[in-house]
Every structure is written in structure tokens, then in C-alpha cells.
């Protein structure tokens, strides 16, 4: 009796193998195409211009005489603007891509509409009870970087990235003991140490990917891709 062939053509050689593994992950690089520099640096600028506006604002002298509503509506709406443009970048990222992966992606990108949504809805019901400007300010920047630094947090946990666990764990630090620094003490430490932190981070992740695609010596030129 002859066996079934189950195949036809010699089997690949290891190197042949090694080849098909690297184009299929050159293919899900460009389909899963997120780039944390750029995330990284949207919230530097969000928290770097938002908690320095409303620094410059605050106290019984401010620099910039503007009505406290209207320098955390300002906050507000550049903190929102960083979020919309980390879920619209997330989302075009999973568009070349099925199945869990995709739908890890998916459910990732609306846990920060949905945190964002229910941190506005929690402060706003406790608003309600009659709470200072002071301590409506502090619910919303303490809130804003406990929820934020747990989303890296969870990121770089979940992708095994510890850039990003790393950052996630400098924001809840930053947050908290900036939280005991009061009202308005805590904008400054969250511009510069909470947004320079972000911007450090983007150009570390910006000089990693260059490395990445470098041409590695001894290997006629040929640009290799790590993964993560």
C-alpha cells in the first residue's frame, strides 16, 4: 500500500519557513500600524497646555485673568481631544485586522470613552452634594490621571511593553503625590512632570522604532523588524 502524499512539492526549508514567518509579521506590523510615539505625544501636549493653563489661572493673583469655568472648560475639551484622537488612531489601527485581535483592540479603544464618560458623570453627581471650586478641580485632575495612567498601565500589561507599563505606573505616582501638593500645586506637577513625562516617553518610543528599522550590519543592508 502507498502512502498518501498529503502535500505537493518538497517541504519548505527552515529558511524558507523563516522567510513566510517574517513577511506575516512585516503584514500584521503594517495592518496593525499604531504608533505610541504619536499617542504619547498628544497627551504630553494635552497635559502639558492643559494643567499649565489652568496653573496659570488659578490663585488669588493669576497670571492669566480668565474665570475658573472657562480655563477647566479649556482643560476639558483638550483632554477629551487627546482621548478622541487615541481611540480614532486605535481604531484605524484594527482596520487590516480579524478576529481577537481586532476585538482586543476594539474593546481597549472604548474603555477610554467609557471611563471618560462615567469619570464626568460620577464628578458631576457628586457636584451635586455642593463641593468647593477647589475640590471640583482636584476630582477632575486626580481623576483624569488615575484614569489615564491605569489605561497604559493595563496596555503595557496586557502587551507585554514595559515602556508603557512604565508609564502608566510614573502617571499614578505623579498623580498621587501631586494630589497632596493641593489645589494649585498640583496643575504644575502634573504639566511638567505628568506631560514631560508623556513627551519623554514619545521620543523614546520615536528612537526605538528608528533602531527597529534600522539596517542591521554584516546583513547586506537588510532592514530587520523586532517584534515586541
Request: glycine share 18%; hydrophobic share 45%.
Amino acid at each position: 500500500m502507498t502512502e498518501e502524499r498529503t502535500s505537493e512539492g518538497p517541504s519548505p526549508s527552515p529558511a524558507e519557513m523563516l522567510a513566510i514567518t517574517e513577511q506575516q509579521h512585516q503584514r500584521t506590523e503594517r495592518a496593525l500600524d499604531v504608533s505610541p510615539g504619536l499617542l504619547f505625544g498628544t497627551w504630553g501636549l494635552a497635559w502639558g497646555l492643559g494643567f499649565g493653563e489652568l496653573y496659570l489661572t488659578a490663585g488669588p493673583d493669576p497670571v492669566l485673568d480668565v474665570p475658573f469655568r472657562y480655563a477647566l472648560s479649556a482643560f476639558l475639551l483638550l483632554i477629551v481631544g487627546a482621548g478622541v484622537v487615541t481611540a480614532w488612531h486605535l481604531a484605524g489601527s484594527l482596520r487590516g485586522l480579524r478576529g481577537p485581535a481586532q476585538r482586543s483592540g476594539a474593546m481597549y479603544g472604548w474603555s477610554w470613552t467609557l471611563g471618560f464618560v462615567a469619570l464626568g458623570m460620577m464628578i458631576g453627581a457628586v457636584g451635586r452634594l455642593g463641593i468647593s471650586d477647589e475640590v471640583y478641580a482636584m476630582l477632575w485632575t486626580s481623576g483624569s490621571g488615575l484614569l489615564v495612567g491605569t489605561l497604559y498601565l493595563s496596555c503595557g500589561a496586557l502587551t507585554r511593553d514595559w515602556l508603557q507599563y512604565g508609564v502608566g505606573a510614573w502617571i499614578l505616582l505623579v498623580n498621587a503625590i501631586g494630589a497632596f501638593t493641593g489645589i494649585p500645586h498640583h496643575y504644575l506637577v502634573m504639566s511638567l512632570a505628568g506631560g514631560g513625562g508623556f513627551l519623554l516617553a514619545g521620543v523614546v518610543f520615536a528612537l526605538r522604532g528608528r533602531t527597529r528599522s534600522a539596517p542591521f550590519p554584516g546583513k547586506g543592508g537588510v532592514a530587520l523588524k523586532g517584534g515586541r
